[in-house]
């Protein structure tokens, strides 16, 4: 039973690039929140996705956009590139919204901005 | 607005004794609170959680939190430290009647001595 997935493992960018990270879901599960972590930090909520729709959004610039696939899956992407976007990219899935059941995160895309 | 606060940047504990890990939280309805621990470039990895119920929580690896209600705490515990219990512990709290964005504190990393 796979867990979560996240491509690719590390980046590197340039400031002003755009980026795309990519997440598959845990087996069964059909919503992904996104999570940005610096250095030190705890995780910030970026936004969720249910049903291919953004439900929840933190205080992120619209900078930051996602997107939903039919099969669960996910897109995190980042225009205009900023050095304090270098951070740790969580994705988290879970079943459903609202239910209090744990989220399950990958590994993260570690992204650094030159 | 929902917040978690971990008082303890770094928690020292000689290997097999007990500890401790501090969480306050401030929440606008019943809180949902969760435990989550990071090893180095890992994703996080759920320990326990707290919704409803019994105010002593078990979960993985021997871990147990006690949820207080008056002292909005939620105080991670383990009888017996181990050497591999040596990394980053994030307390987060989720308030599924205002929305289900999920806060985590600051993390505190937690040595184990040998």
């Known amino acids: 039973d796979a867990g979560v997935t996240q491509s690719p493992t590390h980046l590197i960018k340039t400031r002003g690039q755009q980026v795309t990270l990519r997440c598959s879901p845990k087996?069964?599960?059909?919503?992904v929140s996104w999570y940005q972590q610096a250095l030190g930090q705890g995780p910030q909520f970026i936004f969720q996705?249910?049903?291919?729709?953004?439900?929840q959004r933190g205080n992120f610039p619209d900078r930051f956009s996602g997107h939903q696939f039919p099969n669960y899956s996910s897109e995190l992407n980042v225009n205009a590139l900023l050095l304090g976007d270098s951070a740790l990219y969580l994705c988290?899935?879970?079943?459903?919204?609202?239910?209090?059941?744990?989220?399950?995160f990958g590994d993260g895309t570690r992204l650094s901005i030159l | 607005a929902q917040s978690v606060a971990q008082p303890e940047d770094q928690v020292n504990v000689a290997e097999g004794n007990p500890l401790t890990v501090k969480c306050t939280y401030s929440?606008?309805?019943?809180?949902?609170l969760f435990w989550y621990v990071q090893y180095p470039n890992r994703g996080l990895q759920f320990l326990l959680k707290?919704?409803?119920?019994?105010?002593l929580v078990k979960g993985s690896y021997g871990f147990e939190a006690e949820f207080n209600k008056s002292q909005t705490s939620f105080h991670l515990k383990k009888p017996s430290a181990l050497v591999s219990d040596s990394a980053l512990y994030f307390c987060?709290?989720?308030?599924?009647?205002?929305?289900?964005?999920?806060?985590f504190g600051k993390g505190t990393r937690l040595h184990i001595l040998p």
């Open positions: 988290a899935s879970s079943l459903g919204t609202g239910t209090g059941q744990p989220q399950h």
């Open positions: 087996s069964g599960h059909d919503t």
């Open positions: 996705y249910y049903e291919e729709e953004e439900r």
């Open positions: 929440v606008s309805g019943n809180p949902y």
């Open positions: 707290y919704i409803t119920g019994d105010n």
């Open positions: 987060a709290v989720r308030d599924l009647i205002r929305d289900d964005k999920i806060i």
